[in-house]
């Protein structure tokens, strides 16, 4: 079985600050990662994902991702936020196994103060 | 351009009306999954579906019901709605190979009065 848990329900920072969402697995396999972005009044947008290969990901609007298999950590950074980036993020965890579904996390609302 | 669809964005209804919300994706992918999601934002899913005549129950209890005539059509079913369906519905659809995780719909907000 696998599952997400994501520190904290709402995070804020100010605009040009340093964003850190966090994100844990667990995993008996080795698991492929998501980070998804949801605007108000929209579906999930995929930021960036992980599945072999370098453990530093890129995704858009600047967001990257490390995966880090000794913590089980997926976090999300961006050096700057902007004011664009107020939205939901969910971390999202699966594996190559079978037919193995996508586990989401509950979510982190992220606001950014002016 | 590849994409999933759903209709409509926003409906409200009256209580004990039958409902079907739309989903459909041109990207040919095999697997699709419907999700409800809470005002707290958490996910639950709720169907999915690996292929055309397959469909099963997801994590969460639904009263609703779907069905998969057509790889690329996936609609949900309320029979009678009612006050504690008001939520968001998301549509999702993937490929049968996991890395590319799910593309997802642009959601019905659904309220029932």
């Known amino acids: 079985a696998q599952s997400v848990t994501q520190l904290g329900s709402h995070v804020s920072v100010s605009e040009g600050a340093l964003v850190l969402l966090r994100c844990n697995y667990s995993s008996s396999v080795p698991p492929y990662l998501f980070w998804y972005v949801q605007y108000p009044n929209q579906g999930l947008q995929l930021l960036l994902k992980?599945?072999?290969?370098?453990?530093l990901v890129k995704g858009i609007n600047g967001f990257e991702a490390e995966f880090k298999k000794s913590e089980t950590s997926f976090h999300l950074t961006k050096p700057s936020a902007h004011m664009s980036d107020a939205a939901e993020y969910f971390c999202a965890v699966t594996s190559n196994f079978g037919n193995e579904k996508l586990t989401f996390g509950t979510g982190t609302r992220l606001t950014i103060i002016p | 351009e590849a994409d999933i669809y759903q209709t409509p964005r926003y409906l409200v209804i009256g209580t004990g009306k039958k409902i079907t919300l739309e989903c459909s994706q041109t990207?040919?992918?095999?697997?699709m999954y419907w999700y409800q999601q809470d005002p707290g934002m958490e996910l639950h899913l709720i169907h999915y579906s690996y292929g055309v005549n397959s469909t099963e129950k997801g994590d969460l209890s639904s009263e609703s019901t779907v069905s998969r005539i057509r790889t690329e059509h996936f609609p949900l079913t309320l029979e009678s709605a009612r006050p504690s369906h008001t939520s968001q519905y998301l549509c999702?659809?993937?490929?049968?190979?996991?890395?590319?995780?799910?593309?997802f719909g642009s959601g019905t907000r659904l309220t029932v009065v």
């Open positions: 990207m040919g992918h095999d697997k």
């Open positions: 992980y599945t072999t290969g370098a453990t």
């Open positions: 999702a659809s993937s490929e049968y190979i996991q890395g590319d995780g799910y593309t």
